[in-house]
């Protein structure tokens, strides 16, 4: 059998000797290509900051406000300090049921005092919900006219036909005390078509208050 030929300078290895040097690698460790990909996508990915790194502790506001409702009485300057943020949280707290009755109660009329456009609609709509207690809805209707003046007249008119008895009281009540000609015309003509005597009998006294 005649011998290879021995390996000179100058000459190319065969396409076959690339094949097997290629083979030897692999089987070395070297891996395939798709082995490798993976590893790279693990590079790229890193894990999101966590969202509480940035998102605001919101309990110094509420201690704050649960401190002052736990007052029997409080200047209104002490709640307009702490600004239009507050209102969210005392809207927060006529609804829980862990504050006691009468600081919900307090957290509502708390919101007249607080010198921002929100807390007045906050009023009108706690007033108006009629899935909030009625607790709730009869202080928010005094509130409002006291948080508005004037400008509570027409929201709370509209009340005058809610369905509870409560309400159409309160709201009479409230009316009175804002007196006006205005008013004395809303509890005129809504008088003889109410048919429950105490809410006529409020209805008789928001127009004693109302008088001139």
Do not use: N
């Not at 702490?82 to 919101?111: I, K």
């Amino acid at each position: 059998m005649p011998s290879l030929p021995s390996r000179h300078p100058g000459v190319r290895p065969s396409p076959l000797r690339w094949v097997g040097l290629l083979g030897l690698a692999v089987l070395a460790g070297a891996g395939p290509l798709s082995e490798a990909a993976p590893a790279r996508v693990r590079v790229k990915t890193s894990a999101p900051a966590p969202l509480e790194a940035s998102a605001p502790a919101p309990g110094p506001l509420r201690e704050e406000a649960l401190k002052l409702l736990a007052q029997p009485t409080v200047a209104g300057a002490a709640w307009r300090r702490l600004g239009p943020e507050v209102v969210p949280v005392l809207a927060a707290l006529t609804e829980d049921p862990s504050v006691p009755d009468a600081q919900r109660m307090r957290a509502v009329a708390a919101l007249a005092q607080v010198e921002s456009p929100e807390a007045g609609q906050t009023l009108q709509a706690l007033m108006e919900d009629p899935r909030k207690p009625a607790d709730v809805r009869t202080r928010a209707a005094a509130a409002l006219g006291q948080c508005l003046g004037f400008e509570a007249v027409k929201a709370l008119s509209a009340q005058l036909e809610d369905r509870d008895v409560r309400i159409r009281e309160a709201v009479a009540q409230a009316l009175g005390r804002l007196g006006g000609q205005r008013v004395r015309e809303t509890l005129e003509e809504r008088l003889p078509l109410e048919d429950v005597p105490q809410v006529r009998e409020a209805l008789q006294q928001g127009l004693t208050l109302a008088e001139p």
